[in-house]
Nanobody, 122 residues
Framework: QLQASGGGLAQTGGSLRLSCVAS????????MGWFRRAPGKEREFVAA????????DYGDSVKGRFTISRDNVKNTVYLQMNNLKPDDTGVYYC?????????????????WGQGTQVTVSS
């Protein structure tokens, strides 16, 4: 089970930090990622991190502003979001999989959190 938290309301240029805690199963050797869904849009890849935390990947729209990290002792993945923009508004979901076929494809992940709302005001 994945439990996401940390969403809320931020102003343009502000920051938020999302957390996602895994319970009942460890994903220390799995890929963990973040996706988001804006109103009226498809689910979009945001970021992913490998099991050891060495390799990361980001969606083009968040590169240079968001940072994904993980703490395998706490079984937690984080998403630090800086310089937020109104286009970052949406529901953010954490996801995990042991061997995703494609780390940027939502269909590759078998485990999902419930989502946390992020709203960025202009």
């Amino acid at each position: 089970q994945l439990q996401a938290s940390g969403g809320g309301l931020a102003q343009t240029g502000g920051s938020l930090r999302l957390s996602c805690v895994a319970s009942g199963r460890t994903f220390r050797r799995g890929v963990m990622g973040w996706f988001r869904r804006a109103p009226g849009k498809e689910r979009e890849f945001v970021a992913a991190i490998s099991g050891g935390g060495v390799n990361t990947d980001y969606g083009d729209s968040v590169k240079g502003r968001f940072t994904i990290s993980r703490d395998n002792v706490k079984n937690t993945v984080y998403l630090q979001m800086n310089n937020l923009k109104p286009d970052d508004t949406g529901v953010y979901y954490c996801a995990a999989d042991f061997v995703p076929q494609s780390i940027v494809a939502a269909t590759s992940y078998d485990y999902w959190g419930q989502g946390t709302q992020v709203t960025v005001s202009s």
